[in-house]
């Protein structure tokens, strides 16, 4: 027997039993909350910053923040208001739509409210990052200790390697997307043959999930 022949079968079955075997000691709870952990926080962030950003700004420490802002864009020019603009050298869209012509104060007030509004939401969006991450291991690690229970253990670990078998299918939908669309390139010719050997591969090269996707 030619093991070249079945090489590429043998490829496309080791990379789904390395990810079966990576699901199975994750665990299916810890696999999923994996997966989707860097979505869950995203999506977090973008619902609730605003919000959050919003609030502080109506607070005490909003205000004081916004109060010392303004204190800082007045400070070096006091003895020329007329620069405050220029000499700043903030980026466009902190002072979009502000005329150099309006008093120096409500220039300052405009540009303290936009400062001030643009440092809190990064702020309030890093930490609302972090605190759910920080969340979601606490959440994963308690699950953790309830799917050790024997029977839901081993429950557990089936559906971790059914969910590490998907995930594996998944990756490699994803790597014959890209070479399917450098298929044209005379370099890729040794790939897409290697590709096509395979029984395995050549199915999901030819009923490619992520290209009907987007076709």
């Not at 995203?42 to 205000?63: E, K, Q």
């Not at 994803?174 to 290697?194: N, Y």
């Amino acid at each position: 027997m030619d093991i070249i022949t079945y090489l590429p079968d043998i490829t496309a079955s080791l990379i789904l039993i390395i990810f079966a075997v990576i699901g199975i000691k994750r665990g299916f709870v810890r696999s999923l909350l994996h997966s989707a952990s860097f979505f869950i926080t995203v999506i977090v962030c973008f619902c609730f910053a605003n919000p959050v950003t919003s609030w502080i700004l109506r607070s005490d420490l909003g205000v004081s923040i916004k109060k010392s802002v303004y204190d800082l864009i007045l400070t070096p020019v006091t003895e020329a208001p007329e620069m405050l603009l220029s000499e700043l050298n903030l980026p466009d869209f902190l002072i979009k739509g502000i005329s150099e012509s309006k008093p120096v104060i409500d220039i300052a007030e405009t540009l303290s409210h936009n400062i001030s509004n643009t440092v809190i939401s990064v702020a309030v969006f890093v930490l609302l990052f972090f605190v759910t991450k920080f969340a979601l291991k606490i959440l994963t690690k308690a699950l953790d200790l309830v799917t050790g229970l024997p029977i839901l253990k081993q429950l557990n670990s089936f559906l971790g390697g059914i969910m590490g078998i998907i995930t594996g299918i998944l990756w490699v939908y994803v790597i014959l997307t890209i070479i399917a669309a450098f298929s044209f390139a005379p370099q890729m010719e040794t790939v897409v043959e290697f590709i096509t050997k395979s029984k395995i591969l050549s199915f999901l090269y030819e009923n490619n999930i992520v290209v009907g996707l987007f076709s």
